[in-house]
């Protein structure tokens, strides 16, 4: 893995807001799929496989708040609206109407998952409202300080001049169910229905993750960090999954990462969740 400096002089505690998931709430009803019926691929690309949906290429950047498992959700189940809709719907769903509409999610508790498949906004007309910040030295963007105050308030009307309406726009799904913390169980379920929210345990060298595969070495832990798992391979000998991170382009890869895949690495596998939408 090579790492650099992606957090230039931020204090941990500000660094630690950012991971706002909690990692062993209530479980969601199991989903297995059939494994051993799905020959899956030795390496799969959700961006390669479904070219046609641009959310799979998006990065997001959830500012100064520890709103990750807002993102990870809105962001997984924008891209399987379009996956499941053969590119025919093609929108941005809201991760600021779920942070702030969804009362009953508590940094990232289950109930959250369930009511994201039920009603989602496009992002047109909730956009987010906490600015983008810079989470390294020489950026063009405010730096990150987390001082960007309370969580904005649930608005059940949409931007001004926004077109349809906030009930209108609404998108609903069929359930949300929690995948087994088994590495062909939710290969299958990336491969046949598309990317996955998981969640893991951070820890200080993570955050200076550049490329190559992440395995945790050294340092802290930091907290719990929720992101969107959109595929898998091997670089080097080294299995990976492939993940989208909401900490904008200039972290990271891009704004993505690679981290060991098949030995519940930092807890990744153990704590995928999914929805199905509703078309």
């Not at 109407?97 to 994201?116: A, E, I, P, Q, Y």
């Not at 906004?121 to 405010?142: M, Q, S």
């Not at 046949?192 to 200080?204: L, S």
């Amino acid at each position: 893995m090579k790492a650099g400096h992606n957090f230039h002089n931020v204090d941990y505690s500000y660094v630690k807001r950012l991971c706002g998931t909690l990692m062993n709430g209530p479980k969601l009803p199991v989903m297995v799929q059939y494994a051993d019926d799905v020959q899956v691929p030795e390496n799969f690309d959700s961006r390669e496989q479904w070219p046609n949906c641009p959310t799979l290429q998006e990065i997001r950047d959830q500012g100064s708040c520890g709103s990750c498992w807002a993102f990870g959700a809105a962001e997984a189940i924008s891209d399987r609206l379009c996956i499941h809709s053969n590119a025919k719907v093609s929108v941005e769903i809201s991760s600021e109407d779920l942070l702030t509409c969804c009362f009953s999610c508590g940094m990232g508790s289950c109930n959250w998952r369930k009511r994201v498949v039920k009603v989602g906004f496009a992002i047109g007309c909730r956009p987010y409202t906490i600015p983008p910040c810079e989470h390294h030295v020489n950026g063009t963007r405010p730096s990150c300080k987390g001082e960007e105050g309370d969580t904005p308030k649930c608005l059940t009307q949409c931007e001004s001049g926004y077109s349809p309406s906030y009930a209108q726009d609404k998108h609903y799904g069929t359930g949300a169910y929690h995948v087994p913390a088994n590495e062909q169980q939710i290969m299958s379920e990336i491969y046949k229905n598309g990317p996955v929210e998981g969640a893991f345990f951070v820890y200080e060298d993570f955050l200076m993750y550049k490329t190559g595969v992440y395995q945790h070495v050294s340092g802290a832990q930091v907290g719990g960090h929720a992101i969107k798992i959109l595929g898998w391979g091997t670089e080097n000998g080294t299995p990976y999954w492939l993940a989208a991170n909401s900490w904008n382009t200039d972290w990271g890869d891009n704004g993505f990462f690679k981290i060991l895949r098949g030995q519940n690495h930092c807890g990744i596998e153990s704590m995928i969740v999914a929805g199905i939408p509703k078309m």
